[in-house]
């Protein structure tokens, strides 16, 4: 049985173990924090990986950050992460092959290999968090675009020029779809520039009206999103992940878009691949890309 050191590299902490090609993990998932610098990050993964490799056949990293289209190293800066990131040189970590890709493909890959889409070969998984992160699967083959930077939520939802997203464009699905949206979602409702997305989610489970309209329009948001994306793509499903997507009505979002679409009706599934799917995914990716 072949076998990958799968690292995930995100802006607060790294995980890492041994995972076979078909996504089982070998040894105990080990967590560190992330260093605060790129320098820091390099020798901190030289170790991890000088530990391991001698028992691998290669190395995959899912990472923050576009990657491009040969997965090698990162193209698109991250600001969860340290400046100088993407400078980094992966491939000098080991004499093995070090494979790379965005950590949010990595989990959209995971999910149609082994979750929530598996045997769907049209699929989009986003996840929900403080942004919001894709990967979109077509014919069975993780769409990167001509560069690698593919799969970027930063599409406008609204042209009035209302919301500033971290892309520094104004009114995008991210701006609207994320946690980050919620809460300014919840901030114009309730007229308090102070409330959390925390806060929001608590009075919500206390039947607070506010707290539940403020909920009920950013999954609306989420909708009309899905559907553009369904109108372009024609999915067979969508797959929600992240922090957020516990707070989201697949079913509801599932019906209104098939209402509307202008292609073929989809699925709209919650994710099941879990805390480690990006790590799960670049290996599978690996396997697949690399064999």
Not at 123 to 150: F, P, Q, R, W
Request: proline residues 1%; charged residues 25%; glycine residues 10%.
């Amino acid at each position: 049985m072949k076998k990958a050191l799968g690292i995930d590299i995100g802006g607060t902490k790294i995980s890492y173990a041994i995972v076979d090609e078909e996504g089982n993990f070998l040894n105990e998932v080990h967590k560190i924090k992330t260093p605060k610098t790129k320098d820091e990050i390099f020798d901190t993964l030289a170790c991890i990986v000088s530990e391991a490799e001698n028992d691998v056949d290669f190395i995959a990293i899912a990472t923050a950050g576009a990657v491009n289209n040969e997965n090698t190293k990162v193209i698109g800066s991250t600001a969860n992460l340290p400046s100088g990131y993407k400078d980094i040189d992966f491939s000098l970590l080991s004499n093995k092959k070090v494979f790379i890709e965005n950590d949010a493909n990595s989990a959209a890959y995971a999910e149609y290999k082994l979750g929530a889409a598996k045997g769907y070969n049209n699929s989009i998984t986003l996840t929900l968090g403080t942004g919001v992160g894709s990967g979109i699967i077509i014919n069975g083959k993780l769409l990167k675009g001509k560069s690698g930077a593919a799969g970027e939520m930063h599409f406008m939802l609204e042209r009035n020029e209302k919301r500033l997203c971290t892309c520094g464009s104004y009114d995008c699905f991210e701006a609207y779809a994320s946690g980050n949206g919620l809460r300014k979602t919840a901030v114009e409702i309730f007229n308090d520039s102070s409330i959390t997305t925390y806060e929001v989610i608590e009075k919500a489970k206390n039947n607070d009206k506010n707290a539940l309209l403020a909920l009920e329009v950013w999954q609306k948001d989420i909708t009309l999103g899905i559907l553009g994306l369904n109108n372009i793509f024609d999915t067979d499903c969508f797959v929600l992940s992240g922090s957020m997507e516990q707070f989201v009505d697949t079913k509801k979002i599932e019906d209104f878009v098939n209402l509307k679409t202008v292609t073929t009706k989809t699925k709209v599934f919650h994710a099941k691949m879990g805390n480690y799917s990006g790590m799960i995914g670049v290996v599978l990716l690996g396997f697949d890309l690399l064999n």
